[in-house]
């Protein structure tokens, strides 16, 4: 898509693509730190593709491979998420359920947040073609019930839904997005008033609850190239009595250990372990690198998030969790890997269950990281995909 002329762009454009910001937005995008060279920039130079790709390159490699590993070879069994789940309040005062892919509705002190909620049938600006989900959501957005305020990471089609968006400005809930993304919003519906739009380290009070945008190492694009004006981030959520931190997407950085230092330490965390791959060693973590960015913004439970839902990536399906299982294992890290809209305490967990195993395509020869009892310390480490050395800033529409 990035080759298109741009009279045929102009013609396949949707109004799934959003809008670009314009006016003080603008204005207030120019002003920012992270704002060099006419493009926001990530806090360590970052490639969105490894050298010796391209995106032509990569789409052949992704339909060559084996398609079958990519999804699983059964229904996933979800939990129906029902609202007499949800009708008492957490005893702990912090209930986290994870509904699929990056979006979880956290309850934290009376107050409830949704993160990246993502209700469409595929991530993508058309109907016809992109990712279709995986498995359906365990709970229609009509029966979720009020929702305080909606955390949106950035403006990816995976975790930005217009259909969703849409619904929920019919309602009273605030939306928090990092800085540049509520032009998307606003140009959806959502009135200016219940948009609060941040840049990094900038913290607003939302409905008795602390919300803090943080650096993350991603990019921002809705058509063929890096938008240029769209921050992503990462967030940290504080009540009067808990903490929580949710990734978006990054790739790993040095910088998680200033957030937690700040922002933390967190009563749990909402970290992205899937969709890594070799060809994007750099916006995406590994499970092992997810693992190691709990622990450096000082999380007490994990909850992985960002796979299951859709086929974004070319390892199999079930990958993401087996490594994660693994690797937090070996260091002693607390996690729950719970089905999607099963709701659960941080405070007091659901024992691990490999629940992904019963529907994995996994082959007769195995390819399973984690043993029937668990996870083995070494198994992790001798998966690990090898990373891409040397970054550039090279702005060619993939750096960023």
Known sequence: ?????????????????????????????????????????????????????????????????????????????LHRLRPLDLAEPP????????LCHATVLAEIDGRRVLFDPVWGERCSPFSWTGPKRLHPMPVDLAELGPVDVVVVSHDHYDHLDMPTVKALAATDTVFAVPLGVGAHLEHW???????????????A??????????????????????????????WAVAGPEHRVFHSGDTGYFPGFTEIGARLGPFDATMVQIGAYSDFWPEVHMTPEEGVQAHQDVGGGLLLPIHWCTFNLAPHPWEEPAERTVAAAQALGVRFAVPRPGAPFEPADPPAPALWWRAVAAVPEAGGLTVPDGLASPASAASRRPTRSTAATAEDDGITV
């Open 91 to 98: 005893a702990s005062g912090l209930r986290l359920t994870w």
């Open 1 to 77: 898509m990035g080759r298109l002329p741009r009279r045929t762009w102009h013609l396949i454009r949707t109004d799934a693509f959003g809008a670009d910001p314009r006016g003080e937005r603008l204005e207030r995008i120019r002003r920012s730190p992270q704002f060099r060279d006419g493009a926001f920039r990530n806090p360590v130079p970052t490639r969105r593709l490894a050298d010796g790709y391209s995106p032509l390159s990569v789409s052949r490699a992704q339909l060559a491979g084996d398609r079958t590993r990519r999804m699983p070879a059964a229904p996933v069994p």
């Open 205 to 234: 009070e939302v409905a008795g609850l602390t919300l803090t945008a943080a650096p993350a190492r991603h990019y921002c694009s809705r058509g063929p190239r890096t938008h240029p004006y769209a921050l992503w981030a990462s």
């Open 189 to 203: 519906g959502v009135p200016p008033r219940r948009i609060v739009e941040l840049d990094w380290w900038e913290s």
